[in-house]
Structures are given as C-alpha cells and as structure tokens.
C-alpha cells in the first residue's frame, strides 16, 4: 500500500483529517438522514418487544456490546429509556477516535447508568506492535485481522464470558455480509445474538436519534457512517458503500473484524 493512502486519509494512530488531500468536510447528519419513513412505529415497537424478551429469557446474563455507533446509541437509549435488565459493555481498543472514547462518559452521564468497558492485554499489544510495527494492519488482511483478535476479539471474549445473550446493532442493510442476520440467532459459541435493529434503515436510526435527541458521535457528521478503530476508517464519498470507509485498502469480501462472523466463515 502506498504511504500516502494512510497518511492521506488517516494516520497509523490518528483519526481522519484529509479526504483525498481536501481540508475536512463536515455536515449535520441529523439533516442528511433523519426521515421518518412508513413503518417506523412498527419497527420501534418491534424492536422493543424484541427486547424485552430477550432482557425476560436471560435475566443477569445479557449485555449490550456496543460499538458507540449510531445504531448502538439507539440501542442504549431503548434500555435505559424503558430501564431493560441488560447490562452494557464496549471494547476500548487503545485506537479509537478521541471522540469515540467520550461517548463513554456522556452515555454514562445522560442516563446515569455503568458501561462496563474492556480494554485488550497491553502485553500482547506491545508485543504485536514491537514485531510487525504500528502500520501492521496495513501491511496484510493476516496481520490486519491479528491485531483485530487481540485488540477486539480477546476483550469481546471476556465480555461475553459467563453471558447467554448479547444485544448488537446489527442492520441488513449494512452491508451483503450481513444481509442474512434474523433479530435472534445464536453465535458460535451457542449464546443467543440478539440484533434488534435488523429491520431499520438509516433513515430509521437517525429519525429515532434527531426524535429522542440521542447522543452520538460527531464523526457522523464528516461522512463516517461505520466507525471502528482510527487507522481502520476514513470518510466515505458520495455513492460508496455504507462501510466503505472500514479497512478501505481491502478487498470488499474481507471487511470483517470477526465480531459478527462465524469462524468457520472467518
């Protein structure tokens, strides 16, 4: 991979400064995409069920793993708001955006709740980055994706440890990898995968954030849809992908971390 595709849009340890070498561009996603479309009602009022029944069927055993997106905040604010018995964790990779990592706080704050927050084994990211250096995920899709297992995979391991359910905020729309999700599958390892915004659109989610006055992360606002560690995403441009900007420099096939994947997929 050329220097400047990194340094052009990201950096190793930054987050998006450049698109394409222009000063950054910015717009209220709110005004982009919130829109109130037929069948919203029945698909809130879904989603909550979906919920409650969940929270009922693993009563102490069911978290939220929340990615801090636009998709999870909704999520969050449905169980705080309605004060569903599920608990609510994160993965604090050691590489997100600064503005990711403040959202913790503020949902902290706003709804006077704990998340419960999993950081990776410093060792074994020093260890890591001493061997194949702080560029590593650019250099392979392996290198990628092993920096992936010891910053996300190994914390969702710990968080999901002595659990039977886990909520995400997985949509179909995402993307074709994720076109097959159903509200309630199980995961690999026999938990049940509650996803209980399989059926919204992005109108959907930012009608119920711009509705509710939802927090949400402000890199929204400069065309980040999908929004992982900081070397991983870039803004996105006009007619890409809804995750084009994750991991951008791979092949479409590949852009997974291996949260939502099977392993036999993976």
């Not at 829109?35 to 069920?49: D, I, K, V």
């Not at 997106?69 to 999520?75: K, L, S």
Request: glycine share 8%; with cysteine; hydrophobic share 40%.
């Amino acid at each position: 991979m050329s220097d400047d595709l990194a340094s052009g849009t990201v950096s190793a340890l930054g987050g998006v400064s450049m698109l394409g070498g222009a000063p950054e561009a910015r717009a209220s996603a709110i005004e982009l995409y919130a829109r109130h479309t037929a069948g919203h009602e029945e698909r809130l009022a879904a989603t909550l069920q979906i919920l409650r029944e969940a929270a009922a069927a693993h009563p102490g055993t069911i978290i939220q793993a929340t990615s801090l997106g636009a998709e999870d905040m909704v999520v969050s604010d449905l169980i705080a708001r309605h004060q569903l018995p599920i608990a609510i964790g994160t993965l604090e990779t050691g590489v997100l955006h600064a503005e990711t990592v403040a959202l913790i706080g503020q949902l902290e704050a706003r709804y006077g709740l704990q998340v419960d927050v999993y950081r990776p084994v410093q060792e074994a990211v020093i260890e890591f980055v001493r061997k194949n250096g702080e560029r590593a995920m650019y250099e392979s899709i392996a290198l990628r994706k092993g920096c992936c297992g010891i910053r996300k995979l190994e914390p969702l391991s710990r968080m999901l440890a002595g659990r039977s359910a886990w909520v995400t905020g997985l949509r179909r729309e995402q993307s074709n990898a994720r076109g097959e999700a159903r509200a309630v599958e199980a995961d690999d390892q026999g938990r049940a995968k509650i996803n209980p915004l399989v059926d919204w659109s992005w109108n959907d989610v930012w009608h119920y954030i711009a509705t509710h006055d939802v927090p949400f992360n402000p890199l929204h606002d400069q065309f980040m849809p999908s929004i992982g560690c900081a070397p991983c995403t870039r803004a996105i441009a006009v007619g890409e992908d809804f995750r084009a900007g994750r991991w951008w420099w791979e092949d479409e096939k590949a852009k997974e971390c291996g949260l939502h994947v099977s392993q036999a997929k993976a």
